[in-house]
């Protein structure tokens, strides 16, 4: 499986973003697709997943009601929808892609097998 995370770039406070996350694998009716992220000097964190069969979410807390993770099943993509941007929400994006049969997509990064790239969201006056 290979992901290719796109989308970052420098946006201001109160902006929107949209991150995509294409994914190589087909069919991907067992896995979940997750982002994560990581500020300079803080660890990685969970941000939003999504469960291809069935489409269910989950989200971290920081994040509920400005975020909106979706799934293309025709594109295998994945895209975060980032809305009311704040300067914390400043770090390098990642997706990564968990096999796992569960209803709902896992938040702990141990359980993701593969990750893309990252990709850079700066949110700055």
């Known amino acids: 499986v290979q992901l290719q995370a796109s989308g970052g770039d420098l946006v201001q406070p109160g902006g929107s973003l949209r991150l995509s996350c294409a994914v190589s694998k087909s069919p991907l009716d067992h896995y979940a697709i997750g982002w994560f992220r990581q500020a300079p000097g803080k660890e990685r964190e969970f941000v939003a997943a999504i469960k291809w069969r069935g489409g269910s979410t989950r989200y971290a807390d920081s994040v509920k009601g400005r975020f909106t993770i979706s799934r293309d099943t025709v594109k295998s993509t994945v895209a975060l929808q980032m809305n009311s941007l704040k300067p914390e929400d400043t770090a390098v994006y990642y997706c990564?892609?968990?096999?796992?049969?569960?209803?709902?997509?896992?938040?702990?990064?141990?359980?993701?097998?593969?990750w893309g790239q990252g990709t850079l969201v700066t949110v700055s006056s």
């Open positions: 990564a892609a968990d096999y796992d049969s569960s209803w709902f997509p896992s938040p702990d990064a141990d359980e993701y097998d593969y």
